[in-house]
């Protein structure tokens, strides 16, 4: 029995084309609507299987090509992420069999597979786990710096695992031990999820981050890019939660936030508090806007504001984040900038043994924010001053 599958987010595919081939069926994958028609002329497939939302031509130009244009019959369901009544709707009206909204389980669409054109008549030992297909393609960068003793790979394999959708991409910051080693055994056997950078010398936290964030930028099946810290201190599923939260707002940039509350497991050190509120305050006064907690390492990003946020270098290593918002107030103007930027409460935030942040080097934040205040204030009359010429001429 044969299936194709067609997608435009190989993320997607990867996991279903595994899980089918599992049980026994012919599987072809093709990520975009004119290959897929192709495809179908010469595979002759038994069940097609189609996103709705894809680039140049729509999912439901394909089941009018197959239902109109070949005049066949072959087995049609939709996977989308679009639940719009109308959509939904006029696909049963072209005639498809089935429509599944994103997210939804492989064992679901398995069942629903098996319902349509029957099992394939193999002993196939297929996989127990519950892998989610999700409506979103994420890539998430996570710097990495002498993590060799700290880095929870197991973590991240269950993770990904079991959530389709992500892409991790470990960013190795020059490390002196074997972090690089680490990490090319996690990638082995996930090439396809997991990404290793590696950069020779030690840029520090900022530019490692910038330059994965550039590097994720251009792939074209992700829809949202983060970042998040090495160890797992705002977890995978935390995480998620940003990602949730921005695919279903206005919002541009969702930044976690380590506020205590009920029902939230958010714990620091002592020193860290007060640290922590210090700092905060000045940054309040630097941005103009009412922000608690700038500084947590798990933030994600819509994919046309990454060019604004990272394509210069930073001023500072430790307090890039102080940055990205001021140069989204000077892109989008502070009025604009307050309503594309989110700050989420995190469930969870643990501090980790083996932190690199001292208090010798909470003193160079203090200072490296009132050089931010001072180069992003000349920036600012620099643009003022040329706006006054340019007017003038």
Same mark, same amino acid.
Request: contains cysteine; aromatic residues 8%.
């Given at each position: 029995?044969?299936?194709?599958?067609?997608?435009?987010?190989?993320?997607?595919?990867?996991?279903?084309?595994?899980?089918?081939?599992?049980?026994?069926?012919?599987?072809? $994958?093709?990520?975009?609507?004119?290959?897929?028609?192709?495809?179908?002329?010469?595979?002759?497939?038994?069940?097609?299987?189609?996103?709705?939302?894809?680039?140049?031509?729509?999912?439901?130009?394909?089941?009018?090509?197959?239902?109109?244009?070949?005049?066949?019959?072959?087995?049609?369901?939709?996977?989308?992420?679009?639940?719009?009544?109308?959509?939904?709707?006029?696909?049963?009206?072209?005639?498809?069999?089935?429509?599944?909204?994103?997210?939804?389980?492989?064992?679901?669409?398995?069942?629903?597979?098996?319902?349509?054109?029957?099992?394939?008549?193999?002993?196939?030992?297929?996989?127990?786990?519950?892998?989610?297909?999700?409506?979103?393609?994420?890539?998430?960068?996570?710097?990495?710096?002498?993590?060799?003793?700290?880095?929870?790979?197991?973590?991240?394999?269950?993770?990904?695992?079991?959530?389709?959708?992500?892409?991790?991409?470990?960013?190795?910051?020059?490390?002196?031990?074997?972090?690089?080693?680490?990490?090319?055994?996690?990638?082995?056997?996930?090439?396809?999820?997991? $990404?290793?950078?590696?950069?020779?010398?030690?840029?520090?936290?900022?530019?490692?981050?910038?330059?994965?964030?550039?590097?994720?930028?251009?792939?074209?099946?992700?829809?949202?890019?983060?970042?998040?810290?090495?160890?797992?201190?705002?977890?995978?599923?935390?995480?998620?939660?940003?990602?949730?939260?921005?695919?279903?707002?206005?919002?541009?940039?969702?930044?976690?936030?380590?506020?205590?509350?009920?029902?939230?497991?958010?714990?620091?050190?002592?020193?860290?508090?007060?640290?922590?509120?210090?700092?905060?305050?000045?940054?309040?006064?630097?941005?103009?806007?009412?922000?608690?907690?700038?500084?947590?390492?798990?933030?994600?990003?819509?994919?046309?504001?990454?060019?604004?946020?990272?394509?210069?270098?930073?001023?500072?290593?430790?307090?890039?984040?102080?940055?990205?918002?001021?140069?989204? $107030?000077?892109?989008?103007?502070?009025?604009?900038?307050?309503?594309?930027?989110?700050?989420?409460?995190?469930?969870?935030?643990?501090?980790?043994?083996?932190?690199?942040?001292?208090?010798?080097?909470?003193?160079?934040?203090?200072?490296?924010?009132?050089?931010?205040?001072?180069?992003?204030?000349?920036?600012?009359?620099?643009?003022?001053?040329?706006?006054?010429?340019?007017?003038?001429?």
């Amino acid at each position: 029995m044969k299936v194709l599958a067609i997608d435009d987010q190989q993320l997607v595919l990867l996991p279903l084309e595994k899980r089918l081939k599992e049980l026994g069926y012919n599987v072809r $994958t093709e990520t975009n609507g004119q290959n897929g028609m192709d495809k179908y002329d010469s595979f002759k497939p038994d069940l097609v299987i189609i996103d709705i939302n894809m680039p140049g031509i729509k999912g439901l130009d394909v089941v009018k090509y197959i239902r109109i244009t070949k005049n066949s019959k072959t087995p049609i369901m939709v996977l989308s992420g679009n639940t719009e009544d109308k959509t939904i709707t006029e696909g049963f009206e072209l005639g498809i069999d089935d429509y599944m909204k994103k997210p939804l389980s492989l064992n679901e669409i398995s069942a629903r597979v098996k319902r349509l054109i029957g099992a394939p008549e193999v002993k196939a030992k297929v996989s127990k786990n519950e892998v989610m297909i999700q409506k979103r393609c994420v890539g998430v960068v996570i710097p990495c710096y002498n993590e060799e003793d700290r880095l929870l790979s197991d973590e991240f394999i269950s993770y990904i695992d079991k959530n389709s959708g992500y892409h991790l991409c470990f960013v190795n910051d020059g490390s002196k031990d074997n972090t690089l080693q680490v990490l090319k055994e996690l990638k082995k056997g996930r090439e396809d999820f997991i $990404t290793v950078y590696d950069c020779k010398k030690n840029g520090g936290k900022a530019e490692a981050v910038r330059l994965g964030m550039l590097y994720m930028a251009k792939k074209p099946d992700l829809d949202y890019i983060g970042f998040l810290d090495a160890d797992l201190s705002t977890d995978l599923t935390d995480f998620d939660d940003l990602v949730k939260t921005i695919e279903n707002s206005d919002f541009k940039i969702v930044s976690g936030s380590r506020i205590s509350r009920m029902g939230a497991n958010i714990t620091k050190e002592s020193a860290r508090k007060v640290i922590s509120l210090t700092i905060n305050f000045i940054i309040r006064k630097i941005l103009k806007m009412d922000f608690k907690d700038t500084q947590c390492g798990a933030k994600i990003f819509s994919k046309d504001v990454i060019g604004i946020a990272f394509n210069e270098k930073f001023v500072t290593q430790w307090i890039f984040d102080v940055e990205i918002f001021k140069r989204m $107030t000077h892109h989008f103007g502070l009025k604009k900038a307050k309503t594309i930027l989110c700050e989420q409460p995190l469930k969870r935030w643990i501090h980790a043994d083996g932190s690199k942040l001292s208090m010798k080097d909470s003193i160079k934040i203090v200072m490296q924010l009132g050089e931010i205040a001072w180069v992003y204030r000349n920036r600012k009359k620099s643009n003022t001053i040329l706006s006054k010429e340019l007017n003038v001429a």
